[in-house]
């Protein structure tokens, strides 16, 4: 009786995936390292703010803004 022998694709396929965890993981602490080492200083420097956390802050005093132009009573 033949043992059955493993294919040697499937054992490209799990080192693949390994490595695609692998590259994955790097990218996700690269990532956190730059979100959080850059901070910014804002107003009166007590406040520190991330540089993702100032875009939201913008966006959403732009779409305030513009919901506010919106629903003004004029026409």
């Known amino acids: 009786m033949k043992t059955h022998t493993p294919r040697p694709q499937l054992r490209r396929r799990q080192r693949r995936g390994q490595a695609m965890v692998e590259y994955s993981f790097v990218n996700w602490i690269l990532v956190l390292a730059l979100i959080v080492s850059m901070s910014v200083d804002f107003g009166s420097g007590d406040q520190k703010m991330n540089v993702i956390d100032a ?11 513009f919901y ?3 629903n003004l009573p004029f026409p």
């Open 68 to 70: 506010f132009v919106l």
């Open 55 to 65: 875009f939201l802050r913008a966006y959403q005093i732009y779409y305030d803004s």
